[in-house]
């Protein structure tokens, strides 16, 4: 895929168990003239079933759905369908299924308060390879990192999964080699590849990040990958929430 241009319109796949909402969607998004709804699914058994017949480009995923959560499923598309981009769109904001759905893979986590211009330009930036993460999600994982770099009492209860998903992707070893997911090790980054982090954790994309750094945008993204490897990081969503965790 490239970052900057699409001669075809993008196929999306919108999966909620409300019809109501379902039907909504499709109508909106099916009226810009560069999306083309392909697909609906009530649950996430469905949405699995679908993304592997009918590839879309975006899956736009509930998380709350009988059957097959939208972790679930967006776990199993994201692993067995890597080009498929997956935006997370819920009522839900609670800190484990934030950071669930990312280490799922989800490259962008929407609530369903958000506007219709701001669901439609997320669809877009996904398509090129960016990710999002609505106000509200964006300040309550800066606010899970700063607490976790803060430090948690003797007395503090049994962590939740948010909180231990975020002390693996915390700075907790020297900068040479750091622990990372599933007890692995981050390699340590460069200059350069600490610098691109950073703009990734500001939300740049790699043709902003390309001309911060004077690089072709085909070097950035050569870049990303390279971080993306040495941090072990699935998506740009994590590594950009892996970035926030180094910063401490």
């Known amino acids: 895929m490239n970052d900057d241009s699409h001669d075809t319109p993008i196929r999306i796949l919108i999966v909620d168990d409300q019809p109501l909402i379902r039907r909504g969607l499709a109508m909106t998004l099916g009226d810009a003239p560069d999306i083309e709804v392909i697909g609906q699914a009530a649950d996430g058994h469905e949405a699995v079933e679908q993304a592997l017949a009918l590839a879309p480009d975006v899956v736009i995923m509930d998380l709350q759905m009988p059957r097959k959560s939208g972790v679930v499923a967006t776990r199993e598309i994201t692993t067995r369908q890597p080009e498929t981009r997956v935006v997370v769109l819920t009522t839900f904001d609670y800190d484990d299924l934030v950071f669930e759905a990312i280490r799922a893979g989800a490259q962008a986590y929407l609530l369903k308060d958000a506007t219709e211009a701001e669901v439609l330009e997320t669809v877009r930036a996904v398509r090129r390879g960016e990710s999002r993460l609505s106000p509200a999600i964006a300040r309550k994982v800066l606010e899970q990192f700063r607490l976790v770099a803060a430090g948690t009492s003797a007395a ?55 001309a911060s750094v004077f690089l072709a945008e085909g070097t950035v993204k050569n870049y990303v990958s390279r971080i993306m490897d040495k941090l072990h990081a699935r998506t740009r969503t994590e590594l950009a929430v892996r970035a926030v965790a180094r910063r401490g």
């Open 156 to 210: 503090d209860p049994e962590p939740t999964l948010a909180t231990a998903d975020a002390r693996e992707m915390s700075p907790g070893a020297p900068k040479t080699a750091s622990h990372a997911a599933g007890g692995e090790f981050e390699e340590a980054l460069t200059d350069k590849e600490a610098r691109i982090l950073d703009l990734i954790a500001e939300g740049k994309s790699n043709k902003q990040i390309a």
